[in-house]
């Protein structure tokens, strides 16, 4: 099993502009998370989803939306990149419930500089 | 909201000594986990250790165990006969609502 992976591990954005930073799984997990971490900072829950069709905002939703059309896939969407977006992005799945012992198993993260 | 403070941003520590990394928490909530997360330079998340609220008993993990103290919202993280891979940055995280310390800075002195 690769585990999770994400792409792409570090982009230059100009502000205004989009981008989507993808984040997949092959353990068949049900729960997935995107956690954003800014420098010298812990991490942040943007958005998590429950199952595929199914998700909701974390901590600090704003400027990002996401989609589960698969259980293995879960991209973050940024529309209008904006410097407060600067930011190292993690991806996390988890087999059972988000509030259970399940250890999360994190992606390598993605290094966004928005200039 | 819950929020999760390490009032330490940087620890050091000799080599094969012990160290001690705090973390306290706000919760009303008495069904909750506590996770202490590892983060060497490569980024990458390991989970070193787990706590279950409901468990008195304070875990253990090989070199790393804890000190759980519910009433006083205290979940501390110990770690003897430290080595040279133990420096990282380590996380304090309140598993209901996924929130995460600032974070610790340990340094391992050869």
């Known amino acids: 099993n690769a585990g999770v992976t994400q792409t792409p591990k570090f982009r230059i954005l100009k502000i205004g502009q989009s981008m989507t930073l993808q984040c997949t799984q092959d353990?068949?997990?049900?729960?997935m998370y995107w956690y954003r971490q800014d420098p010298g900072m812990g991490l942040k829950l943007i958005y998590y989803?429950?199952?595929?069709?199914?998700?909701d905002k974390g901590e600090v939703p704003n400027g990002y939306n996401v989609s589960r059309s698969t259980t293995e896939d879960f991209p973050l969407r940024l529309e209008l990149a904006a410097p407060s977006q600067t930011s190292v992005y993690f991806c996390a799945s988890t087999t059972g419930r988000a509030t259970s012992q399940e250890t999360q198993y994190f992606g390598p993260g993605t290094r966004l500089l928005v200039l | 909201a819950q929020t999760v403070t390490q009032s330490q941003p940087e620890m050091s520590v000799q080599e094969a000594e012990t160290v001690t990394l705090s973390c306290t928490y706000d919760?009303?909530?008495?069904?909750?986990?506590l996770f202490w997360y590892k983060q060497p330079p490569s980024r990458q998340m390991i989970l070193v250790i787990r706590?279950?609220?409901?468990?008195?008993q304070n875990a253990t993990e090989n070199r790393f165990s804890v000190n759980f103290q519910k009433a006083a919202k205290s979940f501390s993280l110990k770690i003897s006969d430290s080595q040279l891979g133990d420096a990282a940055m380590y996380f304090c995280?309140?598993?209901?609502?996924?929130?995460f310390g600032a974070g610790t800075r340990l340094t391992v002195k050869p």
């Open positions: 989803s429950v199952g595929a069709g199914i998700t």
């Open positions: 353990m068949n997990h049900n729960y």
């Open positions: 995280a309140y598993i209901r609502d996924m929130r």
């Open positions: 919760t009303s909530e008495s069904d909750y986990y």
């Open positions: 706590q279950e609220a409901y468990k008195q």
